[in-house]
């Protein structure tokens, strides 16, 4: 793992076991709180982010491949601007955001744009997870939800999907 410190992100590499000696990269920003000692946490940053990294592995190859300018970020909580825009009041209401331009919606005049953003906010999952275990089922739930958003899928849409939490993951 190296640092940039002209850029506010890590970069994270996974070998991941499903393609051989593959690198493939995530990037991850620093959450405002990505320095905080912790208390109270019941994963570490370090661990969460392993946990977004091993979730985007275990997508099948053929979603992963047509993700298109989107950076996947971990932060510990939403900022009051990001909660108006969601219409949520209170931080644990939100586990995940994704903001952007949904695949489905981009034009031959879609260029020269920052990327699209998808949001998890890890003290929201841990509180509503209690568990490691189902930390990383919601980590999984909530990353390939707003995966959907960018692919043009609307919660209406989803919903209608009913597809149970543990079929999001092996």
Known sequence: M??????????????????????????FRLGSAATSSGIGRIVKRQDFERLVV????????EFREKLNNVDIVV???????????????????????????????????Y???????ISLY??????QGQTPQRIRAL??????????HHFGLDD???ADMHVPKHEWHK
């Not at 091993?54 to 190859?61: T, V």
């Not at 260029?111 to 953003?117: E, F, I, N, R, S």
């Not at 890890?122 to 509180?127: F, K, W």
């Not at 980590?139 to 959907?148: D, G, N, Q, S």
Request: contains cysteine; hydrophobic residues 40%; proline residues 7%.
């Open 139 to 148: 980590v999984y739930h909530v990353l390939y939800h707003e995966i959907a």
């Open 2 to 27: 190296c640092y940039n410190s002209a850029y506010p992100v890590k970069f994270l590499f996974c070998l991941c076991k499903n393609f051989a000696h593959e690198v493939i990269p995530y990037w």
């Open 122 to 127: 890890q003290i929201a999952i841990e509180r």
């Open 54 to 61: 091993e979730a985007m592995a275990a997508l099948p190859a």
């Open 156 to 158: 209406s849409q989803l």
């Open 111 to 117: 260029g020269l744009v920052l990327p699209d953003k």
């Open 75 to 109: 932060e510990d909580r939403p900022n009051q601007a990001t909660m108006r825009a969601a219409g949520v009041r209170h931080p644990a209401q939100l586990l995940g955001l994704y903001q952007g331009i949904p695949q489905t919606q981009r034009t031959h005049r």
